[in-house]
């Protein structure tokens, strides 16, 4: 059978080359980085190399680096610490209702505590517009926090025109861009943006490492405490290979990202193309030409999301229903009622996400597979007109 992964959204294969990279951190260069002598300071090296690497990518300096265990460590190391040390400013936070749990959670902390979070509603392609953000700010808001590109629906935001809009007013913008880095160009000087998130393993690097881009000037109270690692940024015993992992993979993204997205932008299309022709009463989620190169995301009407994605794993073709942290719920996605689908609508939703090393023909595959099962479980749904089955 063929094997066909369309879930990188959720986490992407490790490139050989940053494994190649990564082993002798993992064998000969074993030292803990924090150590003075050569054993500590070979692996300190490897740390610093990364972080070059890592400000290179998205024009930022070496010491605006704060390496982290992931990105929801990340973004909630900047809505907590923004939270205690602006608290004399102010208690307003705003965001948007289609960001991942990992803020919004956050977000639902906070407000226990007695911050006040606005949640900015997406129109029906899941975006949000400058104005709306400025409508928001009031002389209490401290923090404006707007995902780079959505997680389930690709959509990419005006980051450049919030961030400036903030800025009018004084406020500090944070974007998680975990979905972003890798797929989309990101500058954080040209785009004004003050503090942003990342997450290795979505762009082909390791697993349980990611960063905390903080502006110069801006000291936000360490989340984990401890230690004096990272400057005393974040405490705890560095990861080394997977922090050298992360240096490496965000280099090779960022490298051939104009031609790796050239290419997986004609594959989107065309999958887009292919599941509209051959599958009646399909709605794309999420804007048609504004989204992340390698994400599709459908509802197919009158059948189950969950359905769906267990005959397509039957057939070899791993894909999902939306975010990976919300696996198991029952729940319809957040984001796709935000859109404005109804729950039985959103139910039936479908996200196929594409990596470096997909092919034309998985594509194919993909388009041959898929009309397929939607027909048979449209066939055994009691819901289902019989003109569309």
């Keep these: 059978m063929r094997k066909v992964y369309l879930d990188n959204a ?38 610093e190399h990364a972080r070059e690497q890592v400000a290179k990518a998205i024009n930022a300096e070496p010491g605006e680096i704060v390496f982290t265990g992931c990105g929801t460590e990340s973004d909630d190391t900047v809505l907590f610490g923004a939270a205690e040390r602006y608290a004399k400013k102010g208690d307003h936070i705003i965001t948007t ?12 902390a906070l407000e226990k505590r007695g911050l006040r979070v606005t949640y900015l509603p997406v129109d029906k392609d899941g975006l949000i517009t400058p104005e709306q953000v400025r409508d928001a700010i009031t002389d209490k808001t401290i923090l404006v926090s707007v995902m780079a590109a959505n997680n389930e629906i690709g959509t990419i935001m005006p980051i450049k025109e919030i961030a400036s809009v903030c800025h009018e007013r004084g406020v500090l913008f944070h974007t998680d861009a975990v979905q972003a880095i890798g797929h989309i160009p990101i500058d954080v000087k040209a785009m004004g943006i003050d503090m942003l998130s990342m997450s290795a ?4 690097g390791p697993k349980g490492v990611g960063v905390l881009y903080e502006r110069k000037g801006i000291r936000l109270p360490s989340y984990i405490i401890g230690g004096e690692q990272e400057k005393g940024r974040r405490a705890g015993t560095e990861n080394v290979a997977g922090i050298v992992g992360l ?8 490298a051939n990202m104009e031609e790796t997205s050239k290419r997986m932008i004609m594959l989107r299309d065309k999958l887009i193309a292919g599941i509209e022709a051959s599958i009646p009463e399909v709605k794309l989620n999420g804007h048609r030409t504004k989204r992340l190169p390698n994400n599709v995301n459908f509802s197919i009407k009158y059948i189950e999301g969950e359905s769906i994605l267990l005959m397509l794993d039957m057939n070899g073709i791993a894909a999902s229903s939306g975010s990976a942290c919300t696996s198991g719920s029952l729940d319809p996605s957040h984001v ?17 996400t594409l990596g470096d090393d997909t092919t034309e023909e998985d594509i194919d595959y993909v388009l041959d597979v898929l009309p397929k099962v939607a027909h048979r479980l449209r066939a055994m749904s009691p819901i289902c007109p019989a003109g569309v089955k």
């Design 336 to 352: 796709l009622l935000a859109l404005g689908l109804t729950h039985e609508v959103a139910h039936g939703s479908v996200r196929l």
């Design 247 to 254: 240096g490496e993979a965000i280099e090779l993204a960022t």
């Design 97 to 108: 209702n289609v960001e991942h749990h990992a803020i919004l959670h956050a977000c639902a």
């Design 201 to 204: 393993h979505k762009f082909h």
């Design 10 to 47: 959720a986490t992407t294969a490790l490139s050989p080359r940053v494994l190649e990279k990564m082993t002798p951190y993992l064998t000969g260069i074993y030292g803990n980085a924090s150590s003075p002598h050569s054993f500590g300071q070979a692996a300190r090296a490897g740390v």
